[in-house]
């Protein structure tokens, strides 16, 4: 996550006992790995771990790559029969299908890679992935979405839009200290991203919304006993956000801009603008209210 959020270039994984099983035998059940042994000491290591950064990276996040240190990772490097460095694995479906040892020209790199793709089939579309977890958040499936953005982060830890979709799925499942806590790490190179800004808006309008929460019942009455207090309707809508009622609250300022848009420096079409921004074009609920504000300014 470090890695993420400072926003450096890294698109290799290290490997160790630890997360071995998940990141190669496991996670080549979703798109090829490509596994390198190296040691600090080789120096056709570090010839060939560029070359192959490079054509892993070109491959748009089909297939991932992974670095194990044997001087760290002797037991794994005896497993694999890993005689000498650079070693270079690749799996799929679990299984090591193909490899080669000795540091290769680009172009053999680019062979090696092309063919571990062919085996592996298409891999993981991360285009796909993303879309799946923006419709995910559009209906409100955060566990889904998180799973979908999670997955990009996996294959592309570099991936500004996935990150963004985990800190929105963490503000609708309403764990602000999460999101907090990966908004706060930002570099600014992340915060400048279009997608990371829409997360951060939704994340500023949730914790904005949650200090009326507590005003929902008194909200409520007020505008119960007098229709035109256009006030309590816009509280009523900001707790009713908080609150995760997000339709509810929207009509609530489609009810204010009905009775007077021009209020309070049209407050209410100002705030109804950030909750589609915040919520998504996507959103059932957004598509419904767009429609209904259409009707109210322009019939």
């Not at 290769?104 to 992935?129: R, Y």
């Not at 609708?172 to 808006?201: C, H, N, P, T, Y």
């Not at 021009?262 to 109804?272: M, S």
């Amino acid at each position: 996550m470090e890695q993420l959020i400072s926003g450096a270039s890294k698109t290799s994984v290290d490997v160790d006992m630890n997360n071995f099983m998940a990141e190669v035998v496991e996670g080549s059940s979703i798109s090829p790995v490509v596994v390198q042994f190296w040691a600090p000491w080789c120096g056709p290591c570090k010839q060939l771990g560029p070359v192959l950064e490079k054509v892993v990276a070109g491959k748009g996040g089909k297939i991932k790559l992974v670095r194990i240190n044997i001087d760290e990772n002797q037991q794994i490097a005896q497993q694999m029969r890993v005689q000498s460095v650079p070693t270079v694995y690749g799996f799929v479906d679990g299984q090591p299908v193909d490899g080669f040892s000795g540091a290769q020209p680009e172009s053999a790199v680019t062979q090696f890679i092309e063919k571990l793709a062919k085996i592996g089939g298409t891999g993981a579309d991360v285009a796909e992935m993303l879309s799946a977890g923006e419709t995910a958040l559009a209906t409100r499936n955060f566990d889904a979405a998180m799973e979908h953005f999670q997955q990009v982060m996996g294959l592309e830890p570099e991936s500004v839009a996935a990150l963004a979709g985990v800190v929105r799925c963490l503000t609708g499942m309403g764990d602000v200290a999460g999101a907090r806590e990966i908004i706060d790490q930002l570099s600014d190179e992340f915060r400048e991203q279009e997608a990371m800004q829409v997360a951060i808006a939704a994340f500023d309008l949730t914790e904005k919304a949650s200090a009326s929460a507590d005003g929902l019942d008194a909200a409520r009455a007020a505008v119960a006993a007098d229709s035109n207090d256009l006030e309590a309707r816009q509280t009523l809508a900001m707790a009713l956000y908080a609150g995760g009622q997000h339709a509810e609250a929207m009509d609530q300022l489609l009810e204010s801009i009905r009775a007077d848009r021009a209020w309070n420096d049209e407050a209410a079409r100002k705030q109804l603008l950030e909750f589609f921004k915040s919520l998504g074009a996507a959103n059932p609920d957004v598509i419904k209210a767009r429609r209904r504000l259409s009707t109210v300014l322009f019939v």
